[in-house]
T-cell receptor, first 113, second 115 residues
């Protein structure tokens, strides 16, 4: 059974703080993704990674960066948090072996004050 | 890039009725169309998917149809039950290319099934 975990379920930060969101998967998946979920906007892709140290911008990368130093771990970084980054953040992974099913983490609800 | 539009944004049905959610996509190279269900407070999970070489796929009470010419696909749920209440997302991908499994999601449909 695939397991994707995220470091926090709820997070409250102040404007300007640097924020780290971590995601870990235990199925040796090649691909990992970070989305933000906002009502009426669906799941929007921020960044994804298809291998260690490899990353690609998604549809809304501004204000975010990512790090993938180990295959199982994919971190999302908000360099200087702003109130418009208040959202639900979801991590996902997929095997990359012609299997496109994405397995999601439980999500981190981030509030930036 | 790919753009996926999903309608309706909310759908309310009585238990036992059918529900239909529709999506359109823009990139003719897309060939993989999954549907995810997200129950309240839970993570999205794949419920059914279809590839471009197939026009319809069924799994018990749920079915998905694909019209490649018109670039739209639909989710059909028959004999709805209260536990079908959730947010449903459609998505599209050019699987097998250099997309690395990247999905473009629709905006989501909140389905409410009234007992």
């Amino acid at each position: 059974d695939v397991k994707v975990t995220q470091s926090s379920r709820y997070l409250v930060k102040r404007t300007g703080e640097k924020v780290f969101l971590e995601c870990v998967q235990d199925m040796d998946h090649e691909n990992m993704f970070w989305y933000r979920q906002d009502p009426g906007l669906g799941l929007r892709l921020i960044y994804f990674s298809y291998d260690v140290k490899m990353k690609e911008k998604g549809d809304i990368p501004e204000g975010y960066s990512v790090s993938r130093e180990k295959k199982e771990r994919f971190s999302l970084i908000l360099e200087s948090a702003s109130t418009n980054q208040t959202s639900m953040y979801l991590c996902a992974s997929s095997s990359g072996q012609s299997e496109e099913t994405q397995y999601f983490g439980p999500g981190t609800r981030l509030l930036v004050l | 890039g790919e753009n996926v539009e999903q309608h309706p944004s909310t759908l309310s049905v009585q238990e036992g009725d059918s529900a239909v959610i529709k999506c359109t996509y823009s990139d003719s190279a897309s060939n993989y169309f999954p549907w995810y269900k997200q129950e309240l407070g839970k993570r999205p999970q794949l419920i059914i998917d279809i590839r471009s070489n197939v026009g319809e796929k069924k799994d018990q009470r749920i079915a998905v149809t694909l019209n490649k010419t018109a670039k739209h696909f639909s989710l059909h749920i028959t004999e709805t039950q209260p536990e079908d209440s959730a947010v449903y997302f459609c998505a599209a991908s050019n699987a097998g290319g250099t997309s690395y499994g990247k999905l473009t999601f629709g905006q989501g449909t909140i389905l409410t099934v009234h007992p």
